[in-house]
């Protein structure tokens, strides 16, 4: 008989936990698995990228805000909005969440679940916690010592956590801290799914890559803080000022968008660092780039690494969360201390030696993941086997 599983997630934005998400739909067995995926705020780019045999639940009203920030709400002047987030926050400052939440899955839910998985660690956890499935599992993507996003709500986490049977962490470092911050030991790691013949497909596909000459070097990334795409374009600065020519494509969109577009003509980079906005495949314009730029502040588990050498492209990443268990030879790239001195340095030294670089580039033509390691952890996952 198959397994019945419910995974949970907040929306489906373009991002990675949606990503990764959407590649573990596509890898499960149908044979063995029967899969619903609840979104408790139906919405985001990649709803379409969900599998057809998976059973898309949709979330009540109740769940509007969760993915809201009040800031967000006030600044786009949705009152209704803010009351919901208002109320939302009240259940959960006092302990009347659960009782909100167990009233809810009632009228969503169906059907008893063998498994029941919280693809994104946070409300989907305290979502899952009040289930009733027989096997109750979290997913845990970030690095809580740097970035703890449940500090407004430790106690009911706690609470919550003491109720989860298995916390899977992307990375050893996301691991360790999520047992330090929130007093727990269950926590295992299991390194996230790749997409690989998707990825590597799409990163051949034509493009009109946005420069001819120079040294090229590329982001994909959410124009958030966390991404720290200022710190490259700093970078860049620099190596132009050093007699480098060097420039740089960002992809991606957010918050900080014309902040950082500011900054570019601020630096006189107009001519050097090209916005072009999301794209439903960044892969191509990865594999036309002599090397990928991970300037973030902090992460879990960059999969946008991986999928930097399924595209053939080496990189050039600062020492967060993760990327130590992924740039494992020379070849693939380098790891730098967390600051923007270490980032301008690297970047200039390997712009300046574009010679090692394509080195780097050819050596990554037949790079794999780990795919098959990481499906085999996570059936015995689903079995019962820690």
């Known amino acids: 008989m198959k397994k019945k599983i419910l995974f949970i997630n907040d929306e489906m934005t373009m991002g990675g936990v949606s990503r990764i998400l959407n590649t573990l739909l596509k890898n499960l067995d149908q044979e063995k698995y029967d899969v619903d995926l609840l979104i408790l705020h139906k919405h985001g780019e990649l709803l379409d990228e969900i599998p057809e045999y998976v059973h898309v639940l949709e979330g009540s009203s109740f769940f509007d805000t969760i993915d809201c920030s009040i800031h967000q ?88 956590l003491k109720r989860i049977d298995l916390n899977i962490a992307c990375s050893t470092k996301v691991q360790q801290a999520f047992k330090k911050v929130f007093e727990i030991e269950n926590v295992e790691v299991i390194h996230n799914l790749m997409d690989d013949k998707r990825i590597i497909d799409l990163s051949y596909e034509n493009c009109s890559y946005p420069f001819e000459n120079g040294f090229k070097c590329i982001a994909v990334a959410r124009f958030h803080p966390q991404k720290s795409i200022d710190r490259l374009i700093y970078a860049v600065d620099y190596v132009k000022k050093k007699g480098v020519k060097i420039n740089c494509t960002l992809i991606g969109g957010g918050e900080l968008e014309e902040s950082l577009k500011n900054q570019v003509s601020e630096l006189g980079l107009d001519n050097d660092v090209c916005f072009m906005g999301y794209k439903t495949n960044p892969y191509n314009y990865i594999r036309g780039a002599d090397l990928f730029v991970l300037s973030s502040l902090y992460e879990g588990y960059p999969t946008i690494v991986l999928e930097s050498f399924l595209s053939g492209t080496p990189v050039l990443a600062m020492s967060v969360a993760g990327v130590n268990e992924q740039i494992l030879h020379e070849y693939e790239g380098e790891i730098v201390d967390n600051d923007q001195n270490a980032l301008n340095e690297a970047l200039y030294a390997l712009a300046s030696n574009k010679q090692k670089v394509d080195g780097w580039k050819k050596q990554l033509s037949n790079y794999k993941s780990e795919n098959e390691i990481v499906l085999k952890q996570l059936e015995g996952v689903f079995n019962g086997n820690k």
């Open 73 to 160: 709400i006030l600044k786009e002047k949705k009152l209704k909005l803010l009351f919901h987030k208002l109320r939302l926050l009240f259940f959960m400052k006092t302990g009347l969440i659960g009782h909100a939440i167990k009233k809810e899955r009632k009228q969503i839910l169906k059907s008893h679940y063998d498994i029941e998985f919280s693809a994104k660690e946070g409300f989907c956890t305290i979502f899952n916690s009040f289930g009733d499935s027989d096997l109750k599992l979290n997913w845990v993507q970030v690095d809580y010592e740097v970035n703890n996003y449940a500090s407004h709500h430790m106690r009911l986490m706690k609470a919550c």
